[in-house]
């Protein structure tokens, strides 16, 4: 074999390798995209007696939470009512689902008691309509198992509420979420 059919396998076996890299990395650049996003704090009061009652209270809250496809989320909500002396205790968010403008956290309370909250970002901040939440939902671990995907607290639900739930939005008093899909 000449010297310049050697050097042309020689460059055609660097070329095949360096394009083999490029494919490689741009498969990981897939796996590791920007992750979805959740942020944001403000105020907010719902009706608690669903019935014909009314116990409407005050919420305040912020959180911080970002996302890979809805599973293994991370990040901390700090949750309560204002007019309590004690302060509210931060909860680690389990999974965040988004879908356009909607989001959903979910994960276990200080007591292990299974929960999801939603949000709808309809605005930048100070634009109207305000964005909406819902309080936190807790549920028994049986409603969990009938109302949540099976890996839940790893993997969300849907970012919107499911009709079992009923009509549970509020609009935010003051504040702002973003909602961030990737």
Same mark, same amino acid.
């Given at each position: ?10 460059? =055609? ?6 394009? /083999? ?8 650049? @897939? !796996? #590791? ?64 689902? =988004? ?6 956290? /979910? ?8 929960? @999801? !909250? #939603? ?64």
């Amino acid at each position: 074999m000449s010297k310049i059919a050697a050097a042309v396998i020689v460059l =055609v076996a660097l070329a095949a390798l360096a394009v /083999g890299r490029v494919a490689q990395s741009s498969a990981s650049s @897939v !796996q #590791y995209s920007e992750p979805d996003r959740l942020f944001g704090g403000g105020r907010f009061e719902f009706d608690f007696d669903l019935g014909p009652n009314e116990l409407i209270l005050p919420r305040e809250f912020s959180l911080e939470a970002e996302s890979r496809n809805g599973r293994n989320g991370f990040g901390t909500r700090i949750y309560g009512n204002p007019d309590q002396p004690e302060p509210a205790t931060p909860n680690v968010i389990a999974c965040l689902n =988004v879908e356009g403008n909607h989001a959903v956290i /979910g994960g276990l309370d200080p007591a292990g008691t299974p929960y @999801v !909250q #939603y949000f709808d970002d309809r605005s930048t901040a100070g634009k109207a309509p305000s964005d909406r939440i819902t309080p936190v939902l807790g549920m028994s671990p049986e409603d969990a198992a009938r109302l949540m995907p099976k890996q839940f607290p790893d993997l969300c639900p849907s970012a919107v509420p499911s009709s079992e739930f009923g009509d549970v939005w509020a609009t935010l008093e003051a504040g702002d979420v973003a909602v961030v899909d990737h």
